[in-house]
């Protein structure tokens, strides 16, 4: 194996040398919350003058490089008063900030904020930043608000059926999208077999999703990344909030341990059983056990100066039992530790120790079965990341990390009666070793570059047994590997984007990226179910990879009062994966001669029209795609199309202040239906009617079409200390009967003949929460 | 509901599931047919139709009626490998199954389940599952004494060598309080088993249906399997 550092050598020599010119000294700080202490994202410090600017990043901190002598500043950010300082830069300096929050959010007006890769100078693109707010006012199922339910109505961002979490981004699988929270992967994201997510909607501050572009830092999925970041406390007071609604109630506690210098936060959400799978008219599941609960809490602690620590953690957890007969419990855990460090105005480190995992017990007991099913998937992470702002127009990423993977597959045991035998399963092992750098660099005031790359050293450790299959899948060969590593997988990762600004209302955006993946989610079914099985990147199984390009225009109008972007993408998947029919995954030692193997490619165009600001707030995304797939052993071997695959999708967000105290909300959804496998003939074996299908994925289920709505009443009595506002919502308000599948059975009169008939899930479906804060 | 579905082109089927319950033997020869069409119910006339064993005994099926090849003096024993030869219209069709020995049944019974307030019944057979061989069981099932229709295939591969009971019932229709059924539980090979396993997997949850792979040569559809068989008649308790 070739070290890794080789790789960096070339690049290192392609970086000229920064150097910050004589006449120039740099101002740097952070913008914090006035009232609570939290550093904003995206606020804008300005020069009044000559319009000199910089954001602030994810942690409140700006950074701006200027001619020496004195400014005028203007600080700014979305909800806030504007602050304006006059300062003389005589050398580099440092200045905080502490913005007002305005009392009636009827003022946010004033304010257009300036998000990443949604501004027409950033070379970032494919990505859409939502803040909690935007989350807050999109109408729900059952009136619980989720974040992976609001980044569906994104372009270029599919649900993965009714109600549900799921997502595909691009025309990909689900098990294809990094889902992190404070830098810990999710493995699994949904509760309730997906129709919620374990975000609770309380702990986060925001969301950032990339579909295209994806920067250097990310790796390890091919298809997105979702950057979840954890609320921080409140530095300033001691508050809470509590939410009751349909489905589950929360509770959340904020406040300084030290004033000014640290703080806690902690939120609780948990569900009441099983109310609203009654309203889904499953009759069958009437009488569970049934609820899910979540835990979230961080710590932010500053050091001294420079230097804050963050201890943030998650659990939560599913269970479910059907009257001793069933039981399948399900859950996540994940714990990240971050050292932030300011080493001087230029040089900024984070340290990071991460820890997450996902388990599933699963049993089935009656007078002559008892078995137990279990699978544990874990992983720590140990990273260093760097970032050097050289000057205004430049700045070098840098990191370096370790992944320790472990998967414990679905192992059987059973303890009455021998009816099963207890089968073990290897566990799978396997070590990520990873380093990225970039750097951001503009060039001239038109042209603005992120480019960099992403190395991975993927170790599938050894100590186990590998085996080799034929094209039938059956085992020809065992071996046991005694070795520690039984094979490396390397690869090299190129991300680049590039905005070229037309003039100062748009611009032209180009990216590419490369990304592959070496943990990999294997699911044969349509309903998203906890014991999907993951394995690891093996000799049978090797990275999936994507090859994406994307070209892009952006452009504002009425002085940024709406954002426009169109983009197309091309992607070319390979080493994708797909599930034998009848396969036996579970307990199999040979699972890997169940799986088939072949390439994709997706492609489409994207169009997005938001309004920032005024009464009306809202979006309207439009996706016109294609997701193809090619395996050998499948549709004979001809290309078809992936079950996400839908040529138009279009979401409609709108958001209207009546007043002061009445905000209405309205969604409206529509799309082609997914590609699904029909009979188109069929044949009588041993007196059954047996369907004869001639193409995968060659039909498609009927459009889909939507429309929430919400009314929210929130008196805006800021005097006093405690706060409570109603939101009442109704899903699917025309009642549109959707088809969730459609399946086939015998006429009832000719059982000669057959017929086709739908399960529609969810109908129209009222909701009501109660918010209050103290 | 409505559904615009394409009408594929017949494609020649083959249903011979042979057995030593007795010594008559069927094979039917069909077609299939469009998704919307009644089921084909006439048959494929004129086909020829043998089977050989591995020992050289030759049997020649004749056709009856309605597409179906029979041989009335023809009792399959365990062990031996049977060799399928269909011609249909100048085209070979062929396969081959070696069958395999019955696993005897201990005990049988009834079983109840009540979910969710509704009480659903089973027959169910209790036996030794013989230890360190594969052994695979499809299950066929006849209510009140109508036809047998395909209820369920099992594969030991999780109770090896195990006391196992196997729970049977119909795939559409519930048994109540009072019924007569006749489980014919088969003793199958691999590939026959891999069939059904297929066909029993096309359901609501899966994402992509297909066909049950067919271990009969030239694209026919259907498989051919020599099992031994044993029937069982059980009614449903007061």
Known sequence: ?774 | MDLDLNKAAARVVIDSQLSDASSVQRIRISHSVGFDDPINTSGIKGATVSVKDNENRLYSFQYEKDGYYIHRNFKPVAGRIYTLNVAVQKQQYSSSCQMPAYVAVDSTGISEKSLNGKTYFFATLTFKDPAKVANYYSYTLSINGGPFRFANAQSDQFNDGLKVTHYISDLETDLFSGDEVVVRRYCVDEKTYRYWNEYQNNNLSNAAPSNPKSNISNNALGYFSVASVKEYQLKIGQ
């Open chain 1, 1 to 774: 194996m070739r070290p890794i550092i080789q790789y960096f050598l070339p690049i290192s020599l392609v970086l000229s040398p920064f150097i910050l010119s004589a006449q120039e000294a740099v101002l740097s700080g952070i913008v914090r919350d006035a009232s609570t202490g939290k550093p904003l994202h995206g606020a804008v410090i300005i020069t009044v003058n000559d319009s000199i600017g910089a954001t602030s990043d994810l942690r409140g901190y700006y950074h701006l490089s200027l001619p020496r002598g004195t400014h005028r500043f203007a600080i700014s950010y979305i909800g806030y008063q504007q602050q304006i300082a006059t300062i003389e830069l005589l050398q580099s300096h440092e200045r905080n900030f502490e913005l007002k929050p305005f009392a009636n959010r009827m003022d946010e007006v004033l304010v257009s904020a300036k998000e990443k890769g949604e501004s027409v100078d950033d070379p970032h693109m494919s990505t859409v930043h939502l803040a909690m707010k935007d989350i807050k006012d999109v109408p729900v199922l059952f009136g619980e608000k989720d974040l992976l339910k609001t980044i569906q109505l994104l372009p270029g961002v599919q649900s993965g059926g009714e109600g549900s979490t799921n997502f595909h981004v691009r025309g990909s699988d689900g098990g294809q999208n990094l889902i992190l929270l404070d830098q810990a992967t999710v493995y699994n994201a949904s509760h309730l077999f997906g129709f919620f997510s374990i975000f609770n909607s309380d702990a986060i501050k925001d969301v950032q999703l990339y579909k295209g572009g994806i920067p250097a830092q990310f790796g390890g999925r091919i298809s997105s990344v979702l950057d979840i970041s954890m609320l921080d406390g409140n530095k300033k007071q001691f508050s809470g909030e509590s939410g009751l609604g349909i489905i589950a109630s929360r509770i959340k506690l904020e406040g300084p341990l030290t004033q000014d210098k640290s703080s806690f936060l902690f939120s609780a959400r948990r569900s009441y059983a099983d109310s609203f799978l009654k309203l889904a008219k499953s009759k069958d599941m009437d009488n569970n056990s049934l609820y899910f609960y979540d835990l979230n809490a961080k710590l932010s602690i500053n050091l001294g100066k420079r230097t804050s620590l963050y201890l943030s953690g998650y659990h939560g957890k599913d269970n479910l039992k059907y009257s001793d007969l069933f039981h399948i419990a399900w859950g996540n855990s994940t714990a990240t530790a971050r050292l932030n460090h300011q080493f001087n105005d230029k040089i900024s480190s984070n340290t990071s120790l991460i820890y997450s995992g996902f388990n599933y017990q699963a049993g089935v007991s009656s007078q002559q079965i008892d078995f137990q099913v279990a699978s544990k998937i874990r992983n720590a992470h140990a990273k260093q990341d760097f970032s050097y702002y050289a000057n205004a127009n430049n700045t070098i990423r840098l990191g370096l990390g370790a992944l320790a993977q472990s998967i414990k597959p679905a192992n059987l045991s059973s303890d009455k009666n021998q009816s099963v035998n207890p089968t073990t399963i290897e566990n799978q092992r396997g070590i990520d070793l990873g380093g990225y750098i970039s750097h951001e660099w503009k060039p001239t005031t038109d042209l603005s570059l992120q480019y960099g790359v992403h190395v991975h050293d993927f170790i599938v450790l050894g100590k186990r047994t590998f085996y080799q299959f034929d094209k039938n899948g059956k085992p020809v060969s065992e071996k046991r590997d005694n070795s520690r590593i039984a094979k490396h997988y390397i690869n090299l990762e190129p991300r680049i984007s590039a905005s070229l600004v037309l003039n100062e209302q748009s611009s032209l955006k180009v990216s590419y990226n490369r990304i592959v993946q070496n943990l990999h989610q294997l699911t044969n079914t349509t309903a998203s179910l906890p014991t999907d099985q993951y394995v690891l990147s093996s000799p049978n199984i090797k990275p999936q990879r994507v090859d994406q390009a994307v070209l892009g225009y952006f452009r504002t109008f009425r002085n940024k009062q709406y954002n426009f972007s169109v983009e197309a993408y091309y992607k070319r998947l390979s080493n994708q994966i797909d599930v034998r029919n009848g396969a036996t995954l579970q307990a199999n030692t040979y699972f890997e001669g169940e799986l088939l193997f072949g390439v994709g490619r997706a492609y489409g165009l994207e169009g997005y029209l938001r309004k920032n600001s005024g009464r009306l707030k809202g979006w309207i995304s439009y996706t016109l795609s294609k997701s193809r797939r090619k395996f050998n052993g499948i549709n004979e071997g001809k290309w078809f199309n992936a079950r996400q695959d839908r040529t138009h999708d279009l979401a409609v967000v709108a958001n209207y202040a009546l007043s002061n105290s009445w905000t209405l909300s309205g969604t409206f959804v529509f799309n082609t239906g997914n590609a699904v496998t029909f009979p188109s003939g069929k044949y009588l074996i041993n007196g059954k009617s047996i369907f004869y299908y001639t193409e995968r994925n060659g039909y498609r289920m009927p459009d889909y079409h939507r429309l929430d709505l919400s009314v929210t009443y929130d008196p805006h009595t800021t005097n006093k200390r405690f706060h409570s506002s109603w939101t009442i919502g109704v899903y699917n308000a025309y009642n549109r009967k959707n088809a969730y599948t459609i399946d086939f059975r015998e006429g009832k009169t000719n059982p000669n003949l057959t017929e086709a008939y739908k399960i529609v899930l969810f109908g129209i479906i009222p909701s009501v929460t109660w918010n209050f804060k103290f």
